[in-house]
């Protein structure tokens, strides 16, 4: 079953702006990590935020988990038109243990 | 360095089939995770190993689905008598261990199956 909610199903923006997708859970996680996806093939490592962790950067992203709400946002700033692919959230409960993904956000970038 | 590889890319059976999907792991990753994903849907847990053992299996949605890991490293997904609904990506992801501080999960290609 899927446990994360993301929001929208759907994204489009011009090159340049900046990209914000959100997701939601329902039980207690022990790591948040987002993924992307191009053509529903292999998935793309972005980040993991651990449960006691606030903010994350890497490069041109940022994310954000508040576990108060169950929730955590994944900000692309000044997007490519290279970002253009598919967005999961995936969080685990215990450390190691499966993935549990949401239906993704499809971002497009139009150049 | 090389990572996850699936093989075959593509797989079309037909209805009653037996088949098999392997994934090779980054070397020296012992925790290996095989998930399912449908059009559309996010990918599914299937069954996780650590070493050469099922961690959990809890994700196989009925007998006909099986996995293996003899020696660790490779794994084979065995589906029998395959169904039309079965037709779907399956993923697989390897991590360095399956606690710590090295749980990012890695994952192939994908191997795209059809039943017709």
């Known amino acids: 079953s899927q446990q994360g909610e993301e929001d929208p199903q759907a994204l489009s923006i011009q090159e340049g702006e900046n990209a914000t997708m959100n997701c939601s859970y329902k039980t207690s996680i022990n790591n948040l990590q987002w993924y992307r996806q191009n053509s529903g093939r292999g998935l793309v490592h972005l980040i993991l935020i651990r449960s006691n962790e606030r903010e994350k950067h890497s490069g041109r992203l940022r994310v954000t988990l508040d576990t108060s709400k169950k929730s955590s946002s994944l900000l692309i700033t000044a997007s490519r038109a290279a970002d253009t692919a598919s967005y999961f959230c995936a969080t685990d409960e215990t450390s190691g243990s499966r993935l549990t993904f949401g239906e993704g956000t499809q971002l497009t970038v139009n150049p | 360095g090389a990572g996850v590889s699936q093989t075959p890319s593509n797989k079309v059976t037909e209805k009653g089939k037996y088949v098999e999907l392997r994934c090779d792991p980054i070397s020296g990753h012992t925790a290996l995770y095989w998930y399912r994903q449908s059009l559309g849907q996010g990918p599914e847990f299937l069954i996780y190993f650590q070493g050469t053992g099922a961690a959990d299996d809890s994700g196989l949605p009925n007998d006909r689905f099986f996995a293996v890991r003899p020696e660790g490293s490779v794994s084979t997904l065995k589906i029998q008598r395959t169904e039309r609904g079965d037709s779907a990506v399956y993923l697989c992801?390897?991590?360095?261990?399956?606690?710590?501080?090295?749980?990012?999960?890695?994952f192939g290609p994908g191997t795209r199956l059809l039943v017709l």
């Open positions: 992801a390897s991590s360095l261990t399956s606690g710590g501080y090295q749980e990012t999960q890695y």
